[in-house]
């Protein structure tokens, strides 16, 4: 009964992180369903169970899974030393007026939600560990784990055959997968799968419906994950990850079946060594690149500015997406940019815990190849995890689908399959033969506990650690659903009273500015809407609005400091109440800081900034109005009658600052707006100012 539970488990949680989309809530529901699978383990399991997961594990694979968590616990723990966490907290306690503890990690939300998911994924390869000590069991859930691995990957190939991504504009997805991990998962599944049904086929005599259509639905499998391998854009460099990782398989079933002895197996690595370097040629490589984007088919300028940026001890695990507004390019969309997991992995942890991870597969790698090869029988299983971790370090140089939730729960659950079937149960073998009744489960009682006693402190001890990660799991369930979907708690319909004030603010912000759901991991965020032709009414913000929402802001910006539309909100508030708790110069500079280049923002921007006389007087932040005005007026067409409007709702400082400015281009231009008229277009566009700033606010 408790081992079909914990199948049942992680194959809904697996599924479920595929076919809901990336939210807190999705998390939550898995957090804590497999919380419930663990601590049922930790007190429900037999003692041969855990017994046989403490020899699994061992002291070294437990301290590797745990040091991922120990550091996001440091980057999200205070400083005690003034000055070496990230600068944009001293700031962001200055301009809120309030103590803020300075933190490596420069966005609090992320970095938990990226703790939760590494929990989460470390909880799911302990159950899958646990499920598949018996052999029947592992043959089950490798079959389970095929059968979702072809579903996405048809999935893919679908989306890429219909165009634009399989679905029109303002479409939601039936399943949140963008990569290709699934696919070059699912191949190397699919190629065990048929190997060990043609080990079967040879053994058996008479062949059992299983054993019949064992290859045909392997075949299957096969030919649509290399489909949607071939149909994805990521050309050589996922084929290159996949050949590596099914060569693998392939090569402990040569060595297994035909090339035994040391020359033999020294013969087939060695060709298989051949064969990866010939692919690895084929790979289109970006010259005078950093490594870990000089693969990606997609261009990386953002992510190659955020890597010059990055520091040792990384931002903070999950903040990519934060950090993105910082650096990209002017109207540049959000979703174009899209980092590979290594880049990712750098700039958030920093490049020594990247080696450190890249190190630790490819060891792990050798280890689980070696573990395949000294066994007897159901060597596949240690094949497959093998080749998965080839396979992922290659697809890390790549793209990021690594990185994604789905995706890294079908790793977790590959990993825990392949340990489970790393080495031989030697108890499970001995009692097997001083019963004539063979052990039926994991749960099985009776007297398979006797040849275990010696492990009873090591039982006790992985007893307590899986009830602890059960705890916290259930803690962390219950934070995501305290979360609110916005800051404080008071979604954007209750910061204004009305509807007409309600629709004023909608169209000032951005779609998703008010959205902390913390899930920032994402290196593909979704894309800011660009500004529409009425930024003249956008850019006129006069909106009633809840006594609560400078509060509210404030409080989601003292654990989100780089959210530029709640800075540039927040001024706009102040200004408009006239508050004396904030400066609105300095909330307006952190604004341009954290989101220089945004677009979206500029109409409520020049609007705050031009109707600020203390802003004029600033020159630095006077720099930056200019910076804006200059953009509107002569590079982004749709943004004049925002500019117009600024202007006519500005202060007298405000409108100096603009005459003195378009009177240097066109001095009819500087006419038409006095008239409100419309703007006619310049005689030369200034050149743009350098994209630096805001670049190392964050810093």
């Known amino acids: 009964m408790l081992v079909r539970f914990l199948m049942l488990a992680l194959v809904v949680s697996v599924a479920a992180a595929f076919a809901m989309p990336e939210i807190p809530q999705q998390r939550a529901l898995s957090s804590a369903l497999l919380a419930t699978a663990v601590l049922a383990t930790a007190i429900f399991a037999s003692s041969s169970a855990i017994a046989s997961l403490v020899r699994r594990s061992g002291l070294v694979l437990i301290l590797i899974l745990a040091v991922p968590a120990i550091y996001m616990a440091v980057q999200l723990a205070p400083v005690p030393v003034h000055g070496l966490g990230n600068p944009i907290w001293e700031t962001a306690s200055a301009a809120l007026n309030a103590p803020l503890a300075e933190r490596l990690t420069v966005d609090v939300r992320a970095t938990v939600q990226a703790f939760l998911h590494y929990s989460t994924a470390v909880a799911l390869a302990l159950i899958t560990t646990v499920v598949a000590l018996d052999r029947q069991r592992a043959w089950q859930l490798l079959s389970m784990l095929v059968a979702i691995s072809t579903i996405v990957s048809a999935y893919l190939l679908l989306r890429q055959t219909i165009g634009a991504d399989g679905f029109s504009r303002g479409d939601t997805p039936v399943l949140a997968a963008t990569g290709a991990v699934p696919a070059v998962l699912g191949l190397v599944l699919s190629a065990a799968m ?29 030919l649509l994950c290399l489909s949607a391998i071939l149909a994805s854009g990521d050309g050589m460099g996922t084929a ?29 690595l060695a060709t298989a060594a051949v064969l990866f370097l010939a692919a690895f040629t084929l790979m289109p490589i970006r010259p005078n690149a950093d490594l870990t984007v000089a693969l990606s088919e997609h261009p990386p300028g953002a992510t190659e500015r955020m890597l010059q940026d990055a520091g040792h001890a990384g931002s903070g695990a999950g903040t990519y997406a934060a950090l993105l507004p910082i650096h990209r390019d002017i109207a540049a969309p959000l979703s ?48 497959i995890g093998a080749g998965a971790a080839t396979s992922l370090v290659v697809l890390a140089l790549v793209e990021d689908g690594i990185l994604e939730f789905g995706a890294s729960l079908l790793a977790a659950a590959l990993f825990g399959l392949a340990v489970a079937q790393s080495q031989r149960d030697t108890g499970a073998v001995t009692e097997q033969s001083r019963s004539a009744r063979p052990v039926v489960g994991l749960d099985s009682p009776g007297p398979a506990c006797a040849p275990i006693r010696s492990y009873g402190i090591g039982n006790a001890s992985m007893r307590v650690g899986l009830g602890t990660i059960a705890v916290a799991l259930i803690a962390q369930t219950v934070w995501l659903l305290a979360q609110p979907s916005y800051p404080g708690g008071l979604p954007v319909e209750a910061l204004v009273p009305n509807d007409a004030s309600r629709q004023a603010l909608l169209r000032v ?39 609560a929402a400078p509060t509210v802001l404030a409080q989601a910006l003292r654990s989100s400091p780089l959210r530029g539309d709640l800075w540039l909100m927040l001024a706009a508030l102040s200004r408009e109440q006239r508050s004396v708790e904030y400066d609105v110069a300095a909330l307006l500079k952190l604004s341009y800081y954290t989101a220089p280049n945004d677009l979206a923002l500029l109409p409520l921007r020049l609007t705050a900034a031009l109707g600020e006389a203390s802003v004029v007087s600033d020159p630095e932040l006077r720099e930056l109005v200019q910076r804006d005005a200059k953009i509107a007026f ?66």
């Open 194 to 222: 048929m190997t060990r049904a043609f080990e079967d086929r040879r053994r058996v005599k008479q062949r059992p419906f299983r054993v019949a259509t064992t290859p045909w639905f392997a075949l299957l499998a096969t």
């Open 509 to 547: 912000l951005p779609q998703n500015s008010l959205r902390s759901d913390g899930d920032l991991r994402s290196g593909r965020p979704a894309a800011a809407p660009q500004p529409a032709a009425n930024g003249a009414a956008a850019s006129r913000p006069e909106f009633g609005v809840h006594p």
């Open 336 to 383: 174009r940019e899209r980092p590979t997991a290594a880049a990712a992995i750098a700039i958030e942890m920093g490049r020594p815990f990247l080696y450190g991870v890249l190190i630790v597969a490819v060891v792990g790698a050798g280890a689980l190849l070696r573990c395949s090869l000294r066994r007897r029988h159901d060597y596949v299983y240690a094949a």
């Open 634 to 699: 002569a590079r982004q067409p749709a943004l004049r009658p925002a500019l117009i409007a600024a202007y006519q709702s500005a202060s007298a400082e405000g409108k100096a600052l603009v005459d003195n400015l378009i009177s240097e281009w066109d001095s009819a231009a500087l006419q038409s707006m006095r008239k409100e008229g419309p703007i006619p277009g310049p005689k030369a566009d200034p050149p743009l100012p350098s994209r630096t700033w805001g670049r190392g606010a964050a810093r």
């Open 240 to 268: 290159t990850a996949a050949l590596l990782g099914v060569g693998i398989v392939l090569a402990a079933f040569a060595i297994r079946n035909w090339f035994s002895g040391v020359w033999g197996i020294a013969s087939v």
